[in-house]
């Protein structure tokens, strides 16, 4: 993770004009800076390298995640779409023959009619 961290980080200064000198920060460097205060420095900075990794790959997973709700939303939109022309095409059918998709209307008196008759 820390090679993909360091690539986020310091892809943008390949860009900078080569009289800028960017310079490693050294906390000890720093005249005044007491051994405790570079530390405590030191122990900043890698809590937030650590948040940063983390909120990093939390970024990957909700991109994924995302990829594949689109995908799943891709897909339910079809169906319905099929589904919404499948049901208009009946329901046209049915108006212009109102008898088509109806049983026939047989009750019990009339099989025993049949029966007995």
Not at 99 to 108: L, Q, V
């Amino acid at each position: 993770m820390s090679d993909e961290l360091d690539e986020i980080l310091y892809s943008e200064l390949d860009c900078l004009p080569d009289a800028v000198q960017v310079e490693e920060f050294e906390p000890n460097a720093i005249e005044g800076v007491s051994p405790e205060d570079a530390t405590s420095d030191n122990i900043k900075i890698d809590e937030l390298t650590s948040d940063l990794e983390n909120a990093l790959l939390e970024i990957k997973n909700l991109k994924e995640e995302n990829r594949i709700l689109k995908e799943e939303n891709d897909i339910l939109a079809k169906n319905i779409s099929s589904l919404y022309r499948t049901a208009t095409s009946e329901i046209r059918k049915l108006q212009s023959n109102p008898t088509r998709g109806r049983k026939p209307n047989r009750s019990k008196h009339s099989n025993h009619r049949r029966q007995n008759g």
